[in-house]
């Protein structure tokens, strides 16, 4: 049975960090790309980060450029996400996922490639 499972979260004050880590069994982890996504209370799911089955590559959300940051290490199976200056309007509950294609592809942030999502982790910023 293939799961991912979200961890780090936290409630935070404005300007603080936190490391999200997304911890992957069942599955080839470092055959697949791997991406976070968050959702806010009446909001979509977004797309945040995604990084390629390699680690070499990665993919960001404008909103978050410079202040995200996301890494993998396939000998854990093991997907982070380093959040720093951390703003209000970034309180979320917060997904990763694998894509669903085989590894070699593309980054991708369209949500329907993604797949085997996790239960989530609540990430609070208090202003």
């Known amino acids: 049975q293939v799961q991912l499972i979200e961890s780090g979260g936290g409630l935070v004050q404005a300007g603080g960090s936190l490391r999200l880590s997304c911890a992957a069994s069942?599955?080839?982890?470092?055959?697949?790309?791997v991406a976070w996504f968050r959702q806010a209370p009446g909001k979509e799911r977004e797309f945040v980060a995604a990084v390629t089955w390699s680690g070499r590559s990665t993919m960001y959300a404008d909103s978050v450029k410079g202040r995200f940051t996301i890494s993998r290490d396939n000998a854990k199976s093991t997907a982070y996400l380093q959040i720093d200056s951390l703003k209000p309007e970034d309180t979320a509950l917060y997904y990763c996922?694998?894509?669903?294609?085989?590894?070699?592809?593309?980054?991708?942030?369209?949500?329907?490639?993604?797949?085997?999502w996790g239960q989530g982790t609540q990430v609070t910023v208090s202003s």
């Open positions: 069942g599955l080839a982890f470092s055959s697949y790309n």
């Open positions: 996922a694998r894509d669903h294609r085989p590894a070699r592809v593309p980054l991708t942030s369209a949500r329907s490639e993604y797949t085997n």
